[in-house]
């Protein structure tokens, strides 16, 4: 079964810092992209940005540029999200997903996603 | 503010047809293929629709998914009960928005 699974909820202060896993199993790790995407408490969607495990080649929204660092590690199969100083503002739900790609077919989605990891950032 | 552009809500009632609608702009839906999401209560959401109207394996063919210029829209016919659920049009953005937005998504209740 193809599938992303990552790690349990967190509860930091600000100021910490924290990294978050998705492993993916069942399928080639290194030959699908891997994004991360933010729904904060009620709200909507939003890419954060992705990286290719084959290569590591990364890109981020401009909105979390310089803010969240994303990483993986092929040998383990596993896909990163980091923060150096968590705000109050993190606080949300962090989906890992896969896109999957075929220009012929003209196929662009993220199909699988991971269950999603709670982070909350309180004093 | 989300690049594109949902109605919050809608509504319908068993065995209803309903539609969401999802504006964009040329460097999004206008030049690019348009996903759609279904995000059930609390879970994660689930890919429904790809490359504006394709379903994939095990997505009733009740759901289904257009494209006209800079605009999308998804149907649902035959509204169930365990439809009632926030949906999310997406699509690649060729400007510095992206590479991919999201709509705000839209609150779909079944009354």
């Known amino acids: 079964e193809v599938q992303l699974v990552q790690s349990g909820a967190e509860v930091k202060k600000p100021g910490e810092s924290l990294k978050i896993s998705c492993k993916g199993s069942?399928?080639?790790?290194?030959?699908?992209?891997i994004g991360w995407v933010r729904q904060m408490p009620g709200k909507g969607l939003e890419w954060m940005g992705i990286i290719y495990p084959g290569d590591s080649d990364t890109r981020y929204s401009p909105s979390f540029q310089g803010q969240v660092t994303i990483s993986a590690d092929k040998s383990i199969s596993t896909a990163y999200l980091q923060w150096s100083s968590l705000k109050a503002s993190d606080t949300a739900m962090y989906y890992c997903?896969?896109?999957?790609?075929?220009?012929?077919?003209?196929?662009?989605?993220?199909?699988?996603w991971g269950q999603g990891t709670m982070v909350t950032v309180s004093s | 503010q989300s690049v594109l552009t949902q109605p919050p809500s809608a509504s319908g009632t068993p065995g209803q047809r309903v539609t969401i609608s999802c504006s964009g702009s040329?460097?999004?839906?206008?030049?690019?293929?348009v996903n759609w999401y279904q995000q059930l209560p609390g879970t994660a959401p689930k890919l429904l629709i790809y490359?504006?109207?394709q379903r994939p394996s095990g997505v009733p063919d009740r759901f289904s998914g257009s494209k006209s210029g800079t605009s999308a829209s998804l149907a649902i016919s035959g509204l169930q009960s365990e439809d009632e659920a926030d949906y999310y049009c997406a699509a690649w953005d060729d400007s510095l928005n992206g590479p991919w937005v999201f709509g705000g998504g839209t609150k779909l209740t079944v009354l």
């Open positions: 490359s504006n109207n």
């Open positions: 997903v896969r896109r999957d790609y075929d220009s012929s077919l003209g196929l662009d989605a993220f199909d699988i």
């Open positions: 069942g399928y080639s790790f290194t030959s699908y992209w």
């Open positions: 040329s460097s999004n839906i206008g030049s690019n293929t």
